[in-house]
């Protein structure tokens, strides 16, 4: 069995250094405040903030203690706040809102993105590559474990890079404070739930208030009735933690490529805008808050980025994933059609396969959810050419914080969210319009 931990020498080094010691002497630390030396500390009454560089820039972040006990193969760090929030918590936004205007002439923009169509998938790859090569790697106590029939294709190491570029692409939000990565195959189904359950032992999930063990279910689900190229992700109860399940039937492995791990971390950054230990159905809230587009296309079109590195790769992740409709039956590919399931998009709305909008849920079994990671994540990457990929991610904080839709993408794009949705939706009907979609 491999099982990579990830290290915190770093910080104990950063402790016993001066970069470690409170800046003295200076304003009081606030979240997404400038701050001078990365490393350094700042303290306020109820919350510690770390000095870290996020999009080229010194500023302050929250604190969350990381483990320090790591000294054996099964030990994940047990004595890690399952936390890693403050009482009063609300999701940290490390950018400034509204998105400023861009002076080049050259951006893209809601005013001319429909003449600017194909310009989009380079520019977006851009920005996201550029932030990702920008930030610092957040420290996140995580484990890997990959089945041993597995081993010999599948490696620690190109599921680690996957998971670090994820880490630092969502890098100054709150991405919880521990996750396990399981990588398996249906005859390792057993051995799959075996490490599972030695992690909730270790990390004493069962004394958690409102734990409820889903753990061990989805790693059987993953597999979807015997077809094992599936995968899932989900929180602990009562907690800040969570687990990513990957599964593997095939040769070529796929996954690393495919942005599976990618998405599915996505989905762990998505609950942890809320401080888990609060709710007892973390999940529920996720659904019941994110728009069914958001909740899948937000996190999917990071993916073709994250996991593939080049611009090659992003497109043909793309041309694979934005045009595919996933036999969701979604017949109304017009601009009116696709903003009607822009628009609804919840649990209790939605459009049918005609593009109508149905008082029902958007949520499985609902054959539009299949479009989310597809028509979603295409209007996602627009999204990302006009602002930018950070504040995709901060429309999550900002729901996650109470703010309606409307309101959170007002604060971010300074635009009425119905005004853009109709927008989105001409750019994605001539996007199938000129290259026709896999039903």
Not at 39 to 60: E, H, M
Not at 426 to 438: N, S
Request: hydrophobic share 40%.
């Amino acid at each position: 069995m491999l099982m990579r931990k990830l290290s915190i020498l770093t910080i104990f080094i950063l402790l016993a250094s001066p970069l470690a010691i409170t800046q003295a002497n200076a304003a009081a630390p606030k979240l997404g405040g400038a701050c001078s030396k990365v490393g350094s500390f700042g303290d306020t009454p109820n919350i510690r903030y770390v000095c870290a560089k996020i999009g080229g820039q010194l500023v302050w972040q929250q604190w969350n203690k990381p483990s320090s006990n790591n000294n054996s193969a099964n030990k994940s760090g047990a004595t890690t706040s399952q936390s890693g929030t403050s009482a009063a918590f609300k999701a940290p936004i490390p950018i400034t809102l509204p998105i400023a205007k861009s002076s080049d002439a050259n951006a893209i923009t809601f005013a001319n993105v429909l003449t600017r169509i194909s310009d989009i998938p380079t520019a977006v790859f851009n920005k996201e590559e550029a932030l990702i090569a920008a930030s610092t790697l957040q420290v996140i106590p995580h484990d890997i474990f990959i089945a041993p029939a597995l081993q010999s294709t599948v490696t620690v190491k190109s599921v680690s890079e996957m998971v670090d570029r994820s880490i630092k692409y969502y890098a100054g939000f709150q991405q919880g404070s521990y996750f396990a990565v399981y990588v398996y195959n249906k005859a390792s189904i057993a051995w799959a739930k075996k490490q599972y359950n030695s992690v909730a032992a270790t990390r004493k999930y069962s004394a958690v208030k409102n734990y409820h063990d889903r753990g061990a279910q989805d790693i059987e689900s993953a597999c979807n009735g015997g077809d094992c190229n599936g995968n899932n992700a989900g929180m602990i109860s009562g907690t800040n933690e969570g687990y990513i399940n990957i599964t593997v039937d095939n040769a070529n492995h796929p996954f690393i490529e495919s942005g599976s791990i990618a998405h599915e971390y996505g989905h762990i950054v998505q609950s942890a805008q809320w401080d888990g230990t609060k709710y007892d159905n973390l999940n529920d809230l996720k659904n019941k808050t994110y728009p069914g587009w958001l909740f899948m296309g937000g996190i999917n079109q990071p993916a073709w980025t994250i996991c593939t590195g080049t611009l090659e790769g992003y497109m043909q992740a793309r041309s694979q994933q934005g045009f595919n409709l996933r036999r969701s039956g979604f017949k109304n590919l017009t601009a009116q059609g696709i903003t009607n399931y822009l628009l609804y998009s919840s649990t209790t709305e939605s459009i049918d396969v005609n593009g109508k909008k149905i008082s029902e849920s958007v949520l499985p079994p609902n054959p539009i959810f299949e479009i989310g990671n597809s028509t979603g994540g295409l209007a996602t990457e627009v999204l990302v050419a006009i602002g930018g990929p950070q504040a995709v991610m901060a429309l999550h904080a900002l729901m996650a914080n109470g703010d309606s839709m409307d309101v959170a993408f007002m604060k971010v794009y300074s635009t009425p969210w119905p005004e853009a949705a109709k927008i989105i939706g001409q750019v994605i009907a001539a996007e199938y319009a000129q290259t026709p979609p896999k039903p």
